[in-house]
């Protein structure tokens, strides 16, 4: 599985983006999908992740609210739409994909992983 990332950019406080992160291959609606986020200096987090069918979504709590992951089986897509930014999600965004079909938080679960998109908010 190849994953592509895309919609980052540069941002002021308060406003939007909608990240896009485009799979290859036949097997996407197999695959629960995640995103994570990398700030400079820091580790890897976890941001939002969604079951196969996208009935199932979890959040971290720094986004719950603001942040919402939704997929598109038959395009082989998955998205983060970003609300009420604030400079604190300043990242390298990665969109990562589960074999396994579990919706967890947990990155070492994760089998396949994008390039990464920079999302910079400014105050």
């Known amino acids: 599985v190849q994953l592509q990332a895309s919609g980052g950019g540069l941002v002021q406080a308060g406003g939007s983006l909608r990240l896009s992160c485009a799979a290859s291959?036949?097997?996407?609606?197999?695959?629960?999908m995640g995103w994570f986020r990398q700030a400079p200096g820091k580790e890897r987090e976890f941001v939002a992740s969604?079951?196969?069918?996208?009935?199932?979504?979890y959040y971290a709590d720094s986004v719950k609210g603001r942040f919402t992951i939704s997929r598109d089986n038959a395009k082989n897509t998955v998205f983060l739409q970003m609300n009420s930014l604030a400079p604190e999600d300043t990242a390298v965004y990665y969109c990562?994909?589960?074999?396994?079909?579990?919706?967890?938080?947990?990155?070492?679960?994760?089998?396949?992983w994008g390039q990464g998109t920079q999302v910079t908010v400014s105050s």
């Open positions: 969604i079951s196969r069918n996208g009935g199932s979504t």
């Open positions: 990562a994909a589960d074999t396994s079909a579990i919706v967890t938080s947990i990155s070492y679960r994760y089998d396949y």
């Open positions: 291959g036949p097997t996407f609606s197999r695959y629960a």
